[in-house]
């Protein structure tokens, strides 16, 4: 291998000969033609799978509430007056009308990451939601949805799906965005295996499920 | 190629390491308490999985795929990532990732740095490289902090500091940060790492990370995590440096169905992980405004060249194996002497580094096969440890070695039952001067391994094929007299 | 049902007892048994150890003698895995088409002793009577790699008298594996303790298995602590009549 190639074009030559006899024309065939016997679509009813969706969140300590779309505001206000939470920034692409009066909203676009380490909470919505795994998946929003210490989140009903695999598929048109899965508020076991929750990111999930 | 692993390259062999690890009570405590829970977490979930094996099929086929096909998947991922405003830089040996790194930080002009846990920058010795060039890293991963500021080494590739109990995690944290008084329950403890790592996280402009993922189609780099470390790492700062073994790339954004599926069962037996990061180069207003990528070979493909061997480079880093292994929960992650511990340190560390104690690896297993049982991408880590085992005899044929002239002796004697027979007779006979009222109790040499602690049975008066033999011919004497 | 019984090496010269269990058992069952007196090893432990090169001619010396087999019968589940994952591969790296193809008619015919009597045979009730307490460790190949489940369970349950205690972490490995018990001896004796620990747990009179060579291990740290417990192999309990008791 001569002195001068690169690393790039050291590597990429060694590859290539610990893999003779490739036929890269096969590639795409090849694959196309692996295996996906595993689950893909849902399997369950759409009662069981928003039922489930909630009780793997509350096993990750995550507060659901269940609203339906005409009283989203109302289900927000209760939370943050339980909470007794003072401050609170938004999404910038959250929808404004779902807001309910008599709180100060802060808005993402116009607060730093300092202000936001120290604004309570955040709310979003969401993009996917997984039942099988309590997961919600939510688009760009990073810092907001992880220095402040409560996060709430509006799922609706529709972007519930069982699997994984449906999530991937849903989620597909946003593969080269910011894309963060959230499974409850954040966690470590890693002193005496004993799950501990909230170490850097938000200590409280609370989530609303908005029925049909 | 100089390939190297921290400090392990003056490590002692696997059995004298372990001897003094079987020793440590507290530790062999911590070691099984935490194998334990982990372990019975993760048969919960993945019994619950119904489709496992048919997710374990598709992660291997995947993997295998991917390996075939490297060079074009790095070359499309460097594409897709250079497009979305990433840097990919390319680096063929430690030396050359730690070189390109610290060049980069210091051309960002930082002299702090906040990392999320990666084995890659361990096994790199990155942080090393970092502090000889007035750069201060930051583990920010809980273990990875308790093992930074204890000046320990992490003992698992999952969990690093479980050999560490809270106490011992309190006096640490105590000493580092300078706290005159602390709790020494779990929440206590986290706490306190909150408080001293939120300022960090605000204040240090770098960010380093490993990867679990780079997604060949999309550019997109994926880091699985818990604590929410990992996302400050990635999102706060202004810049970002991540490292990846080149064997981390798979096809595309689809294949994360599987892969997000396994892992987290393996790891930590969680149905999914508190968070994952998926992000495409750099995205305006949103994370750093600046991304390198480097994109590591270390002896990866080395490895690849190895037919038999290079399903290895299927390792997703989930640490079940380790879990499960019988030789791990009872020595910790120690005796290993490299960062990779455990069947897959054990299969990984000989074939990435040039070290003599890794010739002891491939033998630090009695072949159990928990491991294959419960690797999700289906690594015969078996299978790799005997193909590793005979790569080990062939390198030390040169010197005279009283195994080796044993080995032979024996397969000699098996290729003639009467050759056989005669070593039957001649061990009978030959066996007295070691039996004392009935058993053996005291061998020589290597066999005294054995009788440290067991006794064995003398070899009977009669062999099987004798009794058979004798029956034979009674049988025929039977059959004559009766005819 | 002609049945040719591979005894494997070790059981020959240190365990011939179960050897002559399977004979007894089988003919009672009304088969006819042969042994082959040219038989030596599987070459496991070479293989194992990696001394692969000097396993080759073991491979082709079983296959030699046992191809014309109408079933093989071996009582020990860590040579049959021998046999079945790594003869095919073995056969392969020799480059000898004819041997391969000898290997693949072959192994379709090689048995585990349990395999031979719950799926071949179709038996789990062998009119065994054992009148002892006895706990069952399941041995990692005949689990891991012969995949035998509970069919040794299944046999166990049908002999009459016995009192069948299932042991701890059934599953966990002896601490044996081969070579591994002398080259790591001391991590081999912790995990030796932690089995006997199981075994006594159960106040079993004696531990049983498939395989010979864990029960010598577990029997080993038995004896030397005097525990007064025994091991005793799978055939020797399926073998033992009320009549015969033992022969």
Redesign the interface.
């Known amino acids: 291998m001569p002195e001068s190639w ?3 074009e ?3 030559s ?6 003779t006899g ?1 036929n ?1 024309a096969a ?1 795409e065939t ?2 196309a033609a ?7 679509a849902a399997s369950m009813s759409r009662e069981t799978i928003l039922r489930t969706f909630a009780e ?1 969140l509350h096993e ?1 300590d995550a507060h659901v509430v269940e609203t339906t779309s005409a009283e989203i505001a109302n289900a927000i206000a209760e939370i943050l007056k339980r909470n007794n939470q003072k401050s609170t920034v938004i999404a910038e692409t959250f929808p404004a009308q779902l807001l309910p009066e008599g709180f100060a909203w802060l808005h993402e676009s116009q607060t730093t ?2 202000d936001r ?1 120290t604004i309570e909470g955040a709310i979003s919505a969401c993009e996917a939601a ?1 039942a ?4 919600i998946i939510i688009k ?4 907001i949805t ?1 220095l402040p210490d409560r996060y709430l989140c509006v799922v609706y009903e529709d972007q519930v799906v069982e699997t ?2 449906e ?3 849903a ?2 048109k946003y ?20 799950r ?1 929750r ?5 200590r409280f999930l609370d989530v609303v499920l908005v029925r049909n | 190629m100089s390939i190297r692993v921290g400090e392990a390259a003056e490590a002692p062999s696997f059995q004298k390491a372990a001897l003094p690890l079987l020793d440590n009570t507290q530790l062999r405590k ?1 070691v099984r ?2 194998t334990n ?2 372990t019975n977490k993760r048969a919960i979930v993945v019994g619950e999985q ?2 496992w094996q ?2 374990r ?2 992660a291997s ?2 993997k295998e ?1 991917t ?6 998947y ?2 499309q991922f460097e594409e897709a990532c250079t497009k ?1 405003g990433g840097h990919v830089h ?3 040996d430690a030396d ?1 990732a730690n070189r390109i790194i610290i060049d980069l930080v210091k051309q960002y002009g930082g002299s702090e740095v906040i990392k999320v846990k990666t084995m890659t920058s361990d096994e790199i010795g990155l942080n090393k490289a970092f502090e000889a060039n007035g750069i201060h890293p930051h583990e ?4 990875d902090m ?1 093992i930074q500021l204890g000046h320990d080494k992490p003992s698992h590739i999952v ?1 690093p ?2 050999h ?3 106490q011992q ?1 309190r006096e640490i944290f105590m000493q580092a940060m300078g706290l005159s008084e602390l709790g020494d329950k ?2 206590d ?2 706490n306190a ?2 408080h001293y ?2 300022e960090k ?2 204040k240090v402009k770098i960010g380093f990370s490993g990867a679990n993922y780079l ?1 060949a ?4 780099v994926c880091v699985v995590e ?4 990992g ?2 790492c ?3 700062p202004e810049v970002l440096i991540t490292v990846a073994g ?1 064997e981390k790339v798979i ?4 294949d ?3 892969f ?2 396994l892992l ?1 069962r393996s790891a ?1 037996g ?11 180069g750099v ?1 305006t207003g ?2 750093p405004q600046h991304f390198h990528i480097v ?1 590591l ?1 270390n002896g990866r ?2 490895l ?2 190895d037919p038999e061997a ?1 399903q290895t480079l299927h390792c997703i880093r989930c640490g079940a194996c380790l879990n499960t292994c019988p030789v791990y929960r009872q020595t910790g992650g120690h005796a290993y002497g490299s960062i990779y511990a455990g069947p897959i340190g054990a299969i990984l560390t000989p074939q990435l580094f040039d070290m003599q104690h890794s010739q002891s690896l491939p033998y630090a297993s009695s072949l159990c096969g928990a491991c294959y049982e419960v690797c999700p991408v289906k690594i015969n880590i078996p299978e790799v440890l005997i193909h590793l085992r005979g790569r080990v005899v062939r390198e030390q044929q040169s010197g005279a070695n009283l195994e080796a002239v044993g080995m032979k002796a024996m397969a000699g004697i098996f290729a003639s039952s009467r050759r056989f027979e005669a070593a039957q007779r001649l061990g009978r006979l030959g066996q007295w001067p070691f039996v004392s009222d009935g058993w053996v109790r005291h061998l020589p040499g290597m066999l005294g391994n054995w009788t440290s602690v067991r006794d064995l049975r003398p070899l009977p008066k009669q062999s099987f094929r004798n009794w058979w033999r004798e029956r034979e011919a009674a049988k025929t004497q039977k059959d004559k007299a009766d005819a | 049902m002609r049945i040719s019984l591979f005894i494997t090496c070790y059981n020959d010269t240190l365990f011939p007892e179960t050897g002559k269990s399977v004979v007894r058992l089988l003919e009672r069952l009304s088969h006819q048994v042969e042994f082959p007196l040219e038989q030596t090893c599987c070459g496991q432990m070479h293989y194992n150890t990696g001394y692969q090169a000097e396993a080759m001619p073991m491979m082709r010396r079983f296959v030699e003698i046992f191809q014309d087999a109408e079933v093989v019968c071996i009582p020990s589940s860590s040579c049959v895995a021998m046999i079945r994952d790594h003869y095919p591969k073995m056969a392969e790296a020799c480059g000898d088409s004819a041997l391969v193809e000898k290997v693949n008619e072959l192994l379709p015919r090689v048995y585990e002793l349990s395999e031979l009597l719950v799926n071949k045979l179709g038996l789990e009730d062998v009119g065994a009577y054992y009148p002892h307490r006895v706990t069952y460790h399941a041995s990692c190949h005949s689990l891991r790699s012969l995949h035998l489940g509970d069919l040794p369970l299944r046999l166990l349950r049908n002999v009459r008298g016995i009192d069948l205690v299932e042991m701890q972490n059934i599953d966990q490995c002896c601490g044996f594996g081969g070579t591994f018990a002398v080259k790591n001896g001391d991590v081999s004796a912790a995990m030796l303790a932690d089995k006997i620990r199981c075994v006594e747990n159960t106040q079993a009179e004696s531990c049983t298995a498939v395989d010979n060579s864990c029960l010598m291990h577990i029997f080993g740290g038995l004896h030397r602590q005097r525990t007064g417990i025994k091991t005793v192999h799978l055939a020797e309990i399926l073998a033992s009549t009320e009549e015969g008791k033992g022969e």
Do not use: C
């Not at chain 1, 909230?198 to 938000?202: A, E, I, Q």
């Not at chain 2, 189609?217 to 997109?220: A, E, L, V």
């Open positions: 690169t690393a790039r050291q590597i990429l060694r590859i290539r000969s610990a893999n490739v890269i590639r090849e694959y692996i295996e996906r016997a595993y689950q893909q793997r990750y990451t300092l380490s997984i099988h795994t309590g997961t760009g929003a990073r810092e992880l994984v695999p999530a991937i598929a989620l597909e593969a080269a965005e910011s894309l963060t899965f959230i499974s409850g508020p954040s966690a470590t076991a890693d002193i005496e295996m004993t501990i909230g170490v850097h990111g938000p | 911590n308490h935490a829970v982990i119904h489709d048919q997710l099929a598709a086929s995947i795929h390996l075939r096909y490297l060079d074009h790095l070359l979305a390319w680096a063929a050359e920010t991963d809980l273990a308790i969990v500091a479980l560490k109990n809270r995690v779990p929440e403890l986290t790492a909150r790592l939120r996280f605000l997604l189609d999309t550019g997109g818990s604590e929410g470390n996302r400050m990635l999102t706060l080149i096809p595309s954004f689809r994360l169905e599987v997000l599926q987290p930590t969680e149905r999914m992980n508190p968070y994952n990061s998926l992000w495409t995205h949103d994370g994109l070979d493909t080395r690849l060249n290079r």
